[in-house]
């Protein structure tokens, strides 16, 4: 199975930035996809980004321009640069891994934009 850790939440003042990071482990040799949902309160979760093994991305039409995914393939790992933050920005940060046709998920990182 893989198990998913992210790291890199935390507190931030609009327009700042912050960059998250999600190492996958277990026994893997290669994971299709990685990317990144979030789920802000009294929504539902939405993907953010996402990118595949190959290296095509999709974003959410709410982070173009400001959010960028990125992959370590070696190290089973995925980040996501966050720039230009905004309240609405605020959510709980999700890994997500595409694995030998499973789907993983992390348990999550607070992210919180504010003043």
């Known amino acids: 199975q893989v198990q998913l850790v992210e790291s890199g939440g935390g507190l931030v003042q609009p327009g700042g930035s912050l960059r998250l990071s999600c190492a996958a482990s277990g026994i893997i040799f290669s994971i299709n996809a990685m990317g990144w949902y979030r789920q802000a309160p009294g929504k539902e979760r939405e993907l953010v980004a996402d990118?595949?093994?190959?290296?095509?991305?999709n974003y959410a039409d709410s982070v173009k321009g400001r959010f960028t995914i990125s992959r370590d393939n070696a190290l089973n790992t995925v980040y996501l640069q966050m720039d230009s933050l905004k309240p609405e920005d605020t959510a709980v940060y999700y890994c997500?891994?595409?694995?030998?046709?499973?789907?993983?998920w992390g348990q999550g990182t607070q992210v919180t934009v504010s003043s």
């Open positions: 990118q595949s093994m190959v290296g095509s991305t």
């Open positions: 997500h891994a595409f694995h030998r046709l499973k789907n993983y």
